[in-house]
């Protein structure tokens, strides 16, 4: 369930309010295989299970573009801005992989909010989303998501 904000400016004053998790989403071979197909990164340590299997991680990982990637799948699950006109992704920062995600394993993201900036007929919001992977104490993933969410005045 997320956390909702009634309208954008209802945000600056969230800063270091903690979004909660998301539900676990399982790491499948089919996903990292349509991530190849569209990347054209095949990297056998993501696509050959046969070879990745007898790798330094015991089997296929996740590309970690990939699992950044879906920092904008756990976003909407985490934080839920209402009367807007429109939304944008501005860009990340500091972005760091401190682990990799095997084939079949579990992740979810968590969320903090942790900086609020008023623009002109906007709020930009950084998320910081830390990709989680179940039973393992290092994350797959910690990025600072920027967004911006533009409003109507008044």
């Not at 050959?48 to 590309?63: L, N, R, T």
């Not at 972005?95 to 095997?102: D, E, L, Q, T, Y």
């Not at 579990?106 to 008023?118: D, F, T, W, Y």
Request: aromatic share 8%; charged share 25%; net charge negative.
């Amino acid at each position: 369930m997320p956390t909702i904000f009634k309208h954008p400016l209802k945000i600056l004053d969230a800063v270091g309010q903690d979004l909660g998790t998301t539900d676990w989403v399982e790491m499948e071979q089919s996903r990292i295989n349509q991530f190849a197909d569209a990347t054209d990164d095949h990297q056998w340590i993501h696509v050959d299970e046969e070879k990745a299997a007898a790798g330094p991680y015991g089997a296929c990982i996740a590309h970690g573009y990939l699992t950044l990637s879906l920092a904008s799948k756990f976003l909407p699950d985490l934080v839920e801005v209402q009367q807007f006109t429109m939304g944008v992704n501005y860009g990340v920062d500091k972005v760091r992989f401190p682990n990799a995600v095997k084939v079949g394993q579990m992740i979810r993201g968590a969320g903090v909010i942790e900086q609020v900036e008023e623009k002109p007929s906007a709020v930009q919001v950084i998320v910081r989303v830390t990709i989680e992977i179940q039973g393992e104490l290092r994350p797959a993933c910690v990025v600072d998501t920027i967004s911006r969410f533009y409003y109507q005045e008044d």
